[in-house]
């Protein structure tokens, strides 16, 4: 049975905080400048009361991470190299800011299993996140889970650390935020009561186009999403509809359902997030307007809810909520979900690392667009039947660097 969180009370305890203020939770968000990091600050931001900022993390955009550590004055800041770190250093020096800047990989699994910290936001993008949702889930943290990709990659053993852990793991993807809102508290009666769910997708940006020319589709085209506004990787996956694949392989590991009872729908409009079909042929659906503030929001207040600061829905003004089934031929990279999911384990890891690498190149202008499901088909098919077991993360991290060498090969010679 995969850990989610029956027990609110695994939840790590809240500090004391100071004599007479109100117990805090100590939040970690790695990520924190991206879309979704931002998101999250946005919802903090409206209840100093219940949260506390320990620490935030960044990959490239130091300026973005200063502007943070000025307004939030966090312990500790992680950014990947020395030079980086000390631009870092050097700015909050100069404003007094005793914030202290830590450098690389294991700065930020640090932070993510720090004593000082009760959630951990799991906001970076890519397969670099799981060691620190690994180290959070050893460590038993409330793990706000954005990063899918980890999960992705981690599979079986990503959940034995939230088992061994006793971590309480929260889905904040929005499908799997919705699925979660559905469902009793108590996971024990999950089984009994899902005959399948449904995971919604708004189709992207090429729903309608016509697919003999999205050879031509530029990178500025794949990353304008209709409905959401989100990081420039998944954008794309929601383009190809990766996205979902990721999701379904994601819905499997955080419901612990087989495969054939994960199902997806086009739903353009973006409202009913996703849906959970019951034994008695009840269909259970969480509603709102497209904001990550809302799944951020649960996640962080679970069991209670707080305000978000999202748009509430108006029904006097939707529009028609319609439904189509994907089209294969258009979408073939949603199949991959399934075939990974079939096939030896770890096989999931190594469809991630090429489309993580053939997201990249397409958005460096290296490959086309329909190249990228060339790039993942192959790169999965040559190494299915060459993956042995992964019982320790290190591992799962050398099938992630074999699929990626193998991926860039592919990718030169689709370059070329
Ligand atoms: P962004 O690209 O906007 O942000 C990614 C964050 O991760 C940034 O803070 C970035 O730092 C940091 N980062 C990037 N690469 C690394 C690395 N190698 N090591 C450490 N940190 C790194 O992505 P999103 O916020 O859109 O997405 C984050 C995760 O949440 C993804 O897994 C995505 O699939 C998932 N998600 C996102 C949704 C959304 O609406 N955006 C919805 C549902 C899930 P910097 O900015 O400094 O480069
Ligand atoms: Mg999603």
Not at 253 to 266: C, G, M, T
Request: charged share 20%; with cysteine; aromatic share 4%.
């Amino acid at each position: 049975m995969s850990p989610m969180p029956s027990h609110p009370a695994s939840v790590s305890a809240p500090s004391a905080g100071p004599a007479g203020a109100s117990p805090r939770q100590r939040l970690a968000v790695l990520g924190s400048t991206g879309s979704v990091g931002a998101s999250t600050l946005d919802v903090v931001a409206r209840h100093p009361e219940r949260f506390e900022i320990v620490g935030l993390t960044a990959h490239a955009r130091v300026d973005v991470l200063l502007q943070q550590c000025l307004r939030w004055r966090p312990r500790v800041a992680v950014l990947p190299t020395e030079e980086r770190a000390a631009t870092l250093r050097a700015a909050l020096a100069a404003q007094g800011v005793a914030t202290e800047v830590q450098v690389g990989a294991q700065a930020l699994c640090d932070l993510a299993a720090a004593p000082d910290v009760d959630s951990v936001m799991a906001a970076i993008v890519g397969a670099a996140g799981l060691p620190p949702c690994m180290a959070a889930a050893y460590a038993g943290k409330r793990l706000l889970l954005a990063n899918k990709e980890a999960l992705v990659v981690g599979a079986d053993l990503f959940m034995q650390a939230v088992r061994d852990g006793g971590a309480t793991l929260l889905p904040i993807d929005s499908e799997h935020s919705a699925i979660f809102q559905c469902l009793p508290e108590d996971r024990r009666a999950w089984a009994a009561r899902i005959d399948h769910i449904i995971l919604t997708a708004s189709g992207g940006p090429f729903r309608q186009r016509d697919p003999a020319s999205f050879d031509s589709i530029t990178p500025a085209q794949a990353v304008a999403h209709p409905n959401w506004v989100m990081g420039q990787k998944i954008s794309v996956d929601s383009a190809t509809m990766m996205n979902k694949a990721l999701e379904v392989i994601e819905a499997r590991w955080l419901f612990d359902l087989p495969p054939e009872r994960i199902r997806v729908v086009l739903h353009p409009q973006s409202i009913i997030h996703s849906m959970v079909v019951c034994r008695d042929a009840s269909v259970l659906a969480q509603l709102g307007t497209p904001d990550m503030k809302v799944p951020i929001a649960y996640g962080l207040s679970f069991p209670e809810r707080i305000e978000s600061g999202a748009d509430r829905l108006d029904f006097l003004k939707l529009q028609a909520l319609s439904f189509e089934a994907p089209d294969p031929a258009r979408f073939p990279g949603l199949q991959l979900a399934y075939d990974a999911l079939a096939a030896p384990a770890g096989s999931t890891a190594v469809l991630n690392a090429a489309n993580e690498e053939a997201v990249a190149a397409f958005l460096a202008g290296r490959i086309r667009f329909t190249d990228i499901h060339r790039v993942n088909a192959g790169t999965v098919d040559a190494f299915v039947l060459r993956l042995g077991p992964a019982r320790l993360l290190d591992d799962l991290l050398d099938i992630d660097r074999r699929a990626r060498a193998a991926a860039r090969q592919r990718i030169e010679e689709l370059a070329s």
